[in-house]
């Protein structure tokens, strides 16, 4: 089980669980056609926002198998809402979890997503004791592609037309970080 003591402070972010007055700015980013290229969705409306926002406040702890953290980015200097990361405990048989994020574009370029992802695999290697954490991604999206390398993460192959999404076949990319190279990467 992992239960995180709130909020996750880095340099210059603090990651914390969803609140309700999130909305505006969550709408501001979940509403965008160019944060929504990569992603299962189209830009959402209010209403769909709001409703997942309901979902994303109850995920705070990671119990089961299955669950997901979804986590608030904001500014540690401001507490401006810029973003959001996951990560999720997908197997408790073979000890994986998976990452992702999602950065309004205003924010891109300053190293924000690589330094939230950060602590999403220091949550997922040293406290909950994954062996393996991976991301997935449209392969198209090769700035979240060199972001992933630059964590250490290793390309581990691309998946053609293996999922159908907005009306069109996609590939998928995969990355992946084995506990070991994570500690490899903070020990040494």
């Given at each position: 089980m992992l239960r995180p003591t709130y909020p996750i402070k880095t340099r210059r972010l603090a990651l914390r669980p969803y609140a309700?007055?999130?909305?505006?700015?969550?709408?501001?980013?979940?509403?965008?056609?160019?944060?929504?290229?990569?992603?299962?969705?189209?830009?959402?409306?209010?209403?769909?926002?709001?409703?997942?926002?309901?979902?994303?406040?109850?995920?705070?702890?990671?119990?089961?198998?299955?669950?997901?953290?979804?986590?608030?980015?904001?500014?540690?200097?401001?507490?401006?809402?810029?973003?959001?990361?996951?990560?999720?405990?997908?197997?408790?048989?073979?000890?994986?979890?998976?990452?992702?994020?999602?950065?309004?574009?205003?924010?891109?370029?300053?190293?924000?997503?690589?330094?939230?992802?950060?602590?999403?695999?220091?949550?997922?290697?040293?406290?909950?004791g994954l062996h393996r954490v991976f991301a997935r991604l449209d392969a198209a999206n090769r700035p979240s592609g060199r972001l992933l390398e630059r964590l250490g993460m290793r390309f581990e192959g691309r998946f053609r037309e293996n999922e159908f999404v907005k009306g069109a076949w996609t590939d998928e990319a995969v990355y992946a970080m084995l506990a070991h190279e994570w500690r490899d990467l903070t020990e040494g």
């Amino acid at each position: 089980m992992l239960r995180p003591t709130y909020p996750i402070k880095t340099r210059r972010l603090a990651l914390r669980p969803y609140a309700a007055d999130d909305l505006d700015a969550l709408f501001a980013i979940e509403s965008r056609a160019d944060v929504c290229k990569y992603l299962y969705w189209e830009p959402r409306t209010r209403a769909e926002v709001a409703a997942d926002l309901e979902r994303r406040m109850a995920t705070t702890t990671l119990e089961n198998e299955g669950d997901a953290l979804r986590l608030a980015v904001t500014l540690l200097d401001t507490g401006e809402l810029i973003g959001g990361v996951m990560l999720a405990w997908r197997s408790v048989e073979h000890s994986g979890g998976e990452i992702g994020f999602v950065l309004h574009p205003d924010h891109h370029g300053r190293g924000y997503a690589g330094e939230a992802a950060v602590q999403l695999l220091r949550l997922g290697f040293e406290d909950l004791g994954l062996h393996r954490v991976f991301a997935r991604l449209d392969a198209a999206n090769r700035p979240s592609g060199r972001l992933l390398e630059r964590l250490g993460m290793r390309f581990e192959g691309r998946f053609r037309e293996n999922e159908f999404v907005k009306g069109a076949w996609t590939d998928e990319a995969v990355y992946a970080m084995l506990a070991h190279e994570w500690r490899d990467l903070t020990e040494g």
